[in-house]
């Protein structure tokens, strides 16, 4: 088969990828173990990776996965922005789990520190910690698709549960509590 030929089935095999990949959703849709918000990570079950950041005003002092992991109880990290419509969003949701005492971790995610802070001045700082990823290098680590991103990390330091989008009041009760009630 020459070149020509195949540039003509190019099309005919894209086609034919997505109709089974369209066929697979649809197979796991009629068995109800399709969740269209779902973004896997490879990360569940692993120990979180490694890093150290600094300080993020207006709390000027950052924190390590080393911390993370000494803390001896599970730690809920989050990656938000000033920029972040939906971490604005998410905001009263976190400010409610820190209030009931949840260790909630802010990282913030590629921002200018100035607007960081004018952000948690205005909304409220939930954060018991708070580190700066400036660089995004731990957000790539971590396997982050956009802020805000939130990770439950265990007392061992292994990640149990991932969270892309704004934290709710239904994802709090439904998954985010029985998670903490469970590795706590």
Not at 113 to 139: K, M, S, V
């Amino acid at each position: 088969m020459n070149r020509r030929n195949l540039l003509l089935l190019a099309p005919l095999a894209v086609a034919g990828a997505a109709g089974v990949g369209f066929y697979a959703a649809l197979e796991r849709m009629r068995r109800g173990t399709f969740d269209p918000h779902s973004l896997p990570s490879p990360l569940i079950g692993k120990p979180m990776p490694s890093f150290v950041l600094p300080g993020q005003a207006p709390a000027q002092f950052g924190f390590s996965s080393d911390e993370v992991w000494a803390a001896g109880s599970p730690v809920l990290i989050n990656f938000f922005a000033s920029w972040c419509v939906p971490c604005a969003l998410e905001h009263d949701e976190l400010m409610q789990l820190a209030t009931s005492g949840v260790a909630l971790w802010g990282i913030a995610y590629k921002d200018k520190p100035e607007a960081a802070a004018g952000f948690l001045q205005e909304h409220g700082n939930p954060f018991a910690r708070l580190a700066a990823d400036r660089t995004g290098r731990t957000a790539i680590d971590f396997g982050v698709y956009g802020v805000p991103e939130s990770y439950l990390i265990d007392r061992t330091g292994i990640v149990r549960w991932r969270w892309a989008g704004p934290i709710t009041p239904a994802i709090t009760a439904d998954t985010l509590r029985p998670l903490l009630q469970q590795f706590a």
